[in-house]
């Protein structure tokens, strides 16, 4: 039920762009965020768990919400970061702010580490050729999340960033062989619905 709510980061993350960059969004962006959080509801969250108000008013929903309000505030702090570099090429721009947020995370996570988990820092530098590949990769694609960003609103690009859970449904089909649902495939429907929106009537 936590990670259900935490997919409502697209509606906090419009909801937040407003009020920080004053950034609005139009009907249809608003139909396709509606549409594609249904479809992750769907998704994230198979009947029968809980019963009632319960089901709903837990600390488990209460941790979702919060955790997709952070996610949205982070998004938005992005792009008001990079939008705030107004000269050079929105590329450059998006891989500064990159560096930036990239340097202080590693930081912080590495006074953790040395304090709450003595010695994993050096297990990271012992096992450097995997954990390069992984830090490689993870790089990339915070280029591209930091990148769309930077040239469109947040909540559009949290909305369209969705489509990496069609492409967890097919691959469980077709390479793992795993049973669907009715529910899971009108929840994926929702989603590709939603992300057609996006890219069909919005500029």
């Known amino acids: 039920m936590g990670i259900t709510f935490k997919k409502t980061e697209t509606i906090q993350t419009a909801l937040v762009g407003g009020i920080v960059l ?16 249904v479809g992750i509801v769907i998704l994230s969250d198979p009947p029968g768990k809980g ?25 938005i702090g992005y792009r008001g970061a990079s939008l705030a570099l107004v000269d050079g090429h929105f590329l450059l721009r998006s891989v500064f702010t990159l560096m930036c947020v990239t340097i202080f995370q590693s ?17 990271v530098v012992q096992h450097w050729r995997v954990t390069s590949l992984v830090g490689l990769t993870g790089m990339l694609g915070s ?26 449904f097919c691959a469980s089909y077709f ?9 899971e495939v009108m929840g994926i429907v929702l989603i590709v619905l939603s992300i057609v929106i996006l890219v069909l009537f919005l500029k």
Not at 143 to 167: D, H, M, R, S
């Open 143 to 168: 280029l591209c999340w930091f990148t769309a960003f930077t040239l469109q609103n947040a909540a559009y690009v949290k909305a369209l960033g969705q489509v990496e859970l069609i492409f967890s």
């Open 51 to 75: 019963d009632g108000w319960r089901r709903f008013f837990n600390r488990s929903a209460c941790l979702g919400m919060a955790s997709g309000a952070l996610f949205g505030m982070s998004a």
């Open 175 to 183: 390479i793992f062989n795993e049973a669907t649902t009715r529910r």
């Open 22 to 37: 004053g950034e609005g969004i139009s009907g249809y962006g608003l139909l396709a965020l509606l549409i594609g959080l």
């Open 107 to 123: 930081i912080i996570m590495a006074v953790w580490l040395q304090f709450r988990e003595a010695g994993e820092i050096g297990k």
